[in-house]
C-alpha cells in the first residue's frame, strides 16, 4: 500500500478489513475522499481461507483484501499502511495521529479496527490459532468434519459450541479445564449427544509433525484430538478512540468487550461510526462487509444533510435583506430607494 496521505478526507476509515475496505468503497462510489489506513494484521490472516462467503468461499483472507484494495483505488480512494495511535475532535471534524508522526483531518470517522482474541494460558494454543486451534462451526467446522474434536471450556458459552460442533463430528470431547464443568441440564444435554466430559485442567497441546494429535492434562493425561476448539474472550482494538470518550464495554452476550453503536454503526460521539469486528465480535466476514457498506451509506446522508444546511443557510444570506440593501447601494448610490 503505496497511496499518499493527503491532510484531510471526507472520510478517514481507520482498520482494512472487509468492514473497512467494503466501507470504503461505498464512499469512494459515492464520491468522496476516503482514506483507509490499515495497520496489517487481520485477525484472520492465519485462515487458509475465508468461509461462508457467496461466490469466494475458499479465498485465502491476504487475497481477498488484496482485491478489495485494488477495488477501493479504482474508484480513486487511497489505502495506506499505518498505525493510528489517536483521534480527537478538531472543530466540526476530527484530527487523527499515526505512530509515526503522521496526522490527517477527517470529517468524519469509520472505525472497523475489529478485535483481539484473549487466548487462555495453555501451551500452544497461539501457535495454533486458525490452524487446527478454531473457535467457529461454520468458519472451520467443515474442514474438521468426521475429525475427534475437543471443545475447551472457557466461558458461559462453551456448551453450546460443543453443541454446535456435534453438527460436524460424532467424535467430540468437553473439557472442563478451570470451569466448574456443566451443569445438570447441560450434562444432560451434552449426555444425549454422546459428547464425552474430561474434568481436570489443560496443561498444553500434544504437537506432532507440526499437527495436533492430542490435549494433555495437568496430571500428564494425554486424550487424542485432532482438532480443539476454543471460545476465546474477543476484546475490541478500540484504544485510538479513548481521546473521544469511547471505550469499549462488556457485550451482553459475554463474549468480550465492544462498542456500542445502533445498527447503523453511528456511535454516541456525532461523526463516528464502527463497523465489524469492533462492534459485532460475532461478525463473519460477510457481515462485517455489510457492516461496513450500511455504515458508509449512513456517513455519506449524514454529510449530505451537513452540505444541505450549508447551502441553505448560503442561500439565504445570499438573499437577504441585508445582502439586497448592500447590492442597491453599489449599483444605484444616491439614487437608491427602497430596502
Do not use: K
Request: proline fraction near 4%; charged fraction near 25%; aromatic fraction near 4%.
Amino acid at each position: 500500500m503505496t497511496d499518499q496521505l493527503s491532510s484531510d478526507y471526507d472520510v478517514v476509515v481507520v482498520g482494512g478489513g472487509a468492514a473497512g475496505l467494503n466501507g470504503a468503497l461505498m464512499l469512494a462510489r459515492a464520491r468522496r475522499s476516503v482514506v483507509v489506513i490499515d495497520a496489517g494484521a487481520p485477525r484472520n490472516a492465519p485462515a487458509d481461507g475465508v468461509h461462508g462467503l457467496l461466490a469466494r468461499e475458499g479465498t485465502p483472507p491476504a487475497e481477498l483484501l488484496e482485491r478489495g484494495r485494488a477495488e477501493v483505488r479504482g474508484y480513486g480512494g487511497h489505502v495506506v499502511t499505518g498505525q493510528v495511535d489517536a483521534a480527537a475532535r478538531d472543530g466540526d471534524g476530527f484530527a487523527v495521529t499515526l505512530a509515526d508522526g503522521r496526522s490527517v483531518r477527517a470529517r468524519r470517522l469509520l472505525v472497523t479496527t475489529g478485535l483481539v482474541d484473549d487466548l487462555p494460558g495453555v501451551a500452544g494454543l497461539r501457535e495454533r490459532w486458525g490452524r487446527d486451534v478454531i473457535h467457529c462451526p461454520y468458519c472451520h467446522g467443515w474442514e474438521v468434519r468426521d475429525r475427534a474434536i475437543g471443545v475447551l471450556a472457557t466461558g458461559p458459552m462453551s456448551v453450546h459450541q460443543a453443541l454446535l460442533f456435534r453438527q460436524w463430528s460424532a467424535d467430540v470431547t468437553y473439557f472442563t479445564h478451570l470451569s466448574a464443568g456443566p451443569d445438570e441440564e447441560q450434562a444432560e444435554q451434552l449426555a444425549a449427544r454422546d459428547i464425552r466430559v474430561v474434568t481436570g485442567a489443560v496443561a498444553a497441546l500434544q504437537i506432532v509433525d507440526d499437527r495436533l494429535t492430542g490435549v494433555r492434562l495437568a496430571d500428564g493425561t494425554v486424550v487424542e484430538r485432532d482438532a480443539l476448539a476454543v471460545g476465546a474472550r474477543t476484546v475490541a482494538r478500540a484504544g485510538l478512540l479513548a481521546g473521544l470518550g469511547l471505550r469499549p464495554v462488556e457485550h451482553p452476550s459475554g463474549m468480550g468487550e465492544h462498542v456500542p453503536a445502533d445498527p447503523t454503526g453511528r456511535t454516541d460521539v456525532p461523526g463516528v461510526w464502527v463497523a465489524g469486528n469492533v462492534t459485532d465480535l460475532a461478525a463473519q466476514v460477510g457481515a462485517a462487509a455489510a457492516g461496513g457498506a450500511l455504515a458508509a451509506a449512513m456517513i455519506n446522508s449524514d454529510l449530505v444533510a451537513e452540505e444541505t444546511r450549508q447551502a441553505v443557510d448560503a442561500r439565504r444570506q445570499r438573499f437577504s435583506a441585508g445582502s439586497e440593501a448592500r447590492v442597491a447601494e453599489l449599483v444605484a448610490g444616491d439614487r437608491r430607494h427602497g430596502l
